[in-house]
């Protein structure tokens, strides 16, 4: 499952001005960051506004990614939430599932289960579907954490739980996960600022926001840090540091689709409520850090 190594990046869905799927722009996108040098495409992620998508937008995104992808990388497809058993009745019949080479799924947001109830998601999860499954630990979003301990329990007890999407930030819990998973267990960091550094303990990779604008840049850097020539990785980090920054200053996703817009990338920034466009101040810092 080394396919799910290096750089995914989490893809932005483009809205038009009037916050239908921008077709037109989604398909420019998939070619800039294949062109770019990631290694895979991540489609409904936190970065996509999945959340405020219809099932039928989700799938014809899913559609669209995938005929202008063509086969030539791996598609990984958020498939999570918070009602076990409505993710169970979608693994059994959502037709896109079919594009997807492994599904990305969160831990449960909101209710804010204990460790076990965690572990018999994901344990539901896995037993529910053939594809390999990355989980995915971002405690700031969903306000639970889930614990090196029962990462790796699942990791050792799932044949099919193959990577760990770690977006905690907590570099104890990163330590302790990457020191005790199985042998082709894949730790991928969920946050682009540190991907660097955790690569230097062991992490195989991210799943990155910033490799939608800036592919090639974040892709050398980690590719080089995957090599062990942190010299010349360091040095691309560092320049990159101010825009790790700048996107997550008013939030994620709206800061990724104002630098895509400035690089013209996309057609059109716009949101869907209750996200919301960047400052103009920040959006012209952000045209500067790009440029």
């Known amino acids: 499952m080394k396919k799910f190594s290096g750089v995914g990046v989490a893809l932005v869905t483009p809205f038009d001005e009037t916050g239908r799927v921008d077709e037109h722009s989604l398909r420019n996108l998939v070619n800039y960051v294949v062109d770019g040098g990631v290694d895979y495409l991540v489609a409904l992620g936190t970065t996509s506004e999945a959340a405020t998508m219809t099932a039928d937008e989700r799938a014809f995104v899913v559609q669209v990614i995938a005929e202008e992808n ?91 739980i193959i990577a760990i999407k770690e977006a905690s930030g907590n570099f104890e819990q990163a330590t302790a996960i990457i020191s005790g998973m199985p042998e082709n267990f894949i730790f991928l960091s969920g946050d682009d600022g540190i991907a660097l550094p955790l690569v230097s303990i062991g992490a195989s990779g991210v799943i990155s926001v ?69 400052s103009e101040a920040l959006y012209q810092k952000i045209k500067r850090l790009g440029e």
């Open 70 to 160: 063509a086969g030539r990388l791996p598609i990984v497809l958020g498939i999570g939430g918070n009602n076990t058993a409505q993710v169970i009745h979608d693994l059994a019949t959502l037709p896109y599932l079919r594009s997807g080479d492994a599904i990305l799924s969160v831990t449960p947001y909101y209710n804010k289960p204990s460790q076990q109830g965690l572990y018999n998601h994901f344990k539901a999860i896995a037993e529910h579907t053939p594809l390999p499954v990355i989980l995915y630990n971002v405690p700031g979003r969903t306000s639970v954490n889930m614990t090196a301990a029962i990462t790796l329990k699942l990791a050792r007890d799932f044949e099919n």
């Open 210 to 278: 910033i490799a939608n604008v800036m592919p090639n840049e974040f892709s050398t850097m980690l590719h080089l840090a995957l090599e062990g020539e942190y010299g010349e990785a360091r040095q691309i980090h560092l320049q990159l540091g101010e825009m790790f920054k700048a996107l997550f200053e008013e939030g994620n996703p709206a800061g990724i689709k104002a630098a895509l817009h400035a690089r013209g990338v996309i057609a059109c920034q716009k949101l869907r409520s209750p996200l919301c466009e960047v």
